[in-house]
């Protein structure tokens, strides 16, 4: 079957630096996206890894490890207004995005 | 680029009455068009994907005549519940996809449908 696995909930502070980490397993894999939802709006892009590595994009980066089934997305300088729920979605073999709950993201000052 | 807009953002409505809402890309032509729906602290469930002048594929459980997708050009895809339910109140989200060979979904703000 199809999962996602990532940590249901993670607090960090302002001004510093949150791993969150995503493993997964798809049938098939089309590469993977992360996408940012905060709470009672749509999901907004973050980035999409197709190649193994780290995507750097301002103070967001995303890595990608296709052979381990794993990804994380890094957020630098952490802000308040990053509390959010963070979605790893992986693409599968028919370029469906798979979705799991995400994680919520609580930045205390 | 890549804006998705939605309308209505909000709507409430009487059970058995039916809602039209709509999809639209602003800046692209979108050949491929997501149906989701999502309840609180739950995750996206996709409804359907649509592409431009074909039939829309409706994932398992969900059902096509209650829930009409309609992708008639390359910005507008709508979704018209039928005869609605206050089980069908959820927030309705439309994503789009371009045809460039880009995979990217772009999300429109959402629509929240309160039926009573």
């Known amino acids: 079957g199809q999962n996602i696995d990532q940590p249901t909930e993670m607090t960090a502070t302002e001004g510093a630096i949150v791993q969150i980490n995503c493993t997964y397993q798809?049938?098939?894999?089309?590469?993977l996206f992360w996408y940012q939802q905060h709470a009672g709006e749509a999901p907004t892009f973050l980035s999409y890894?197709?190649l193994d590595g780290l995507e750097e994009k301002g103070r967001f980066s995303s890595f990608l490890s296709r052979s381990k089934g794993y990804s994380y997305l890094l957020l630098k300088e952490l802000q308040m207004k990053d509390s959010a729920s963070y979605l790893c979605?992986?693409?599968?073999?028919?370029?469906?995005?798979?979705w799991g709950a995400g994680t919520k993201l609580i930045i205390k000052p | 680029g890549a804006v998705v807009s939605q309308h209505p953002s909000r709507v409430i409505c009487k059970s058995g009455t039916s809602v039209k809402i709509e999809c639209r890309s602003l800046?692209?032509?979108?050949?491929?068009m997501f149906w989701y729906r999502q309840f609180p602290k739950q995750s996206l469930m996709l409804m359907a994907t649509?592409?431009?002048?074909?039939?829309?594929?409706?994932e398992q459980g969900v059902e096509k005549d209650k829930f009409l997708i309609n992708h008639a050009s390359l910005t507008l895809s709508t979704l018209t519940v039928t005869s609605a339910h206050p089980e069908d109140s959820s927030f309705y989200i439309c994503?789009?996809?371009?045809?460039?060979?880009?995979?990217?979904?772009?999300f429109g703000p959402g629509t929240r449908l309160l039926v009573l």
């Open positions: 979605a992986p693409m599968d073999s028919n370029y469906q995005l798979i």
């Open positions: 649509s592409n431009e002048g074909s039939k829309a594929t409706y």
């Open positions: 994503s789009a996809r371009d045809g460039s060979g880009e995979e990217t979904q772009y």
């Open positions: 890894n197709v």
């Open positions: 798809t049938s098939g894999f089309n590469g």
């Open positions: 800046d692209f032509q979108a050949t491929t």
